[in-house]
């Protein structure tokens, strides 16, 4: 299930990820966009059993590599009607906007349209995915460089770790979309 593509490895994740994992998530500058600015407060021990449950899933668990250094990591599920629901960040700050966000959201889309395992029942033919309304850098790449179709914004769509409401923007992408753009 490794993928790798020029300087980019999406590796499955591991029992021995649990501490860099929790290390990341209990951070709040990496999480804050998800609603987390003051972490998860998540102990190693919950980080193993979410990993133990992800080996069970149809979907996957990757770390991001760069250079064969971890940097972030990225994951997707499956609803079971040809839709997956992704999931990335680059937690390492050091590797943020330099272009690696494009290459490694187009290698995890590659992933979960061609990938065997994953299509063996149902054939992925949508992505689906979400960021919060003020992170103006992620709908640039989703809309101009992966040419994603914006669903809609919703308001108020979720109350952030310290009470505050914030709106997403959904997007969506097809298979026939994604390998129409990637050309």
């Not at 760069?66 to 609803?79: Q, Y």
């Not at 050091?94 to 061609?114: A, V």
């Amino acid at each position: 299930m490794k993928r790798q593509k020029e300087n980019i490895t999406l590796r499955p994740v591991t029992k021995d990820d649990a501490q860099l994992l929790t290390n990341w998530w209990n951070d709040g500058r990496v999480m804050e966009h998800a609603g987390f600015p003051n972490g998860l407060g998540q102990s190693v021990e919950e980080t193993r059993r979410q990993i133990e449950n992800w080996e069970n899933s149809p979907g996957a668990f990757f770390i991001i590599e760069i250079d064969g250094v971890p940097v972030g990591e990225t994951s997707f599920s499956l609803d079971g009607k040809a839709t997956a629901y992704p999931g990335w960040k680059i937690c390492e700050a050091s590797y943020q906007n330099l272009g690696h966000g494009p290459k490694l959201i187009r290698m995890l889309f590659d992933f979960i349209f061609s990938d065997k395992r994953t299509n063996e029942k149902i054939q992925v033919d949508k992505i689906f995915w979400d960021t919060t309304l003020d992170n103006r850098r992620a709908q640039h790449v989703y809309e101009e460089k992966l040419h994603a179709c914006k669903v809609r914004i919703v308001k108020d769509a979720f109350i952030d770790q310290l009470g505050n409401k914030r709106s997403a923007v959904e997007y969506e992408i097809t298979r026939e979309e994604f390998y129409g753009a990637s050309s």
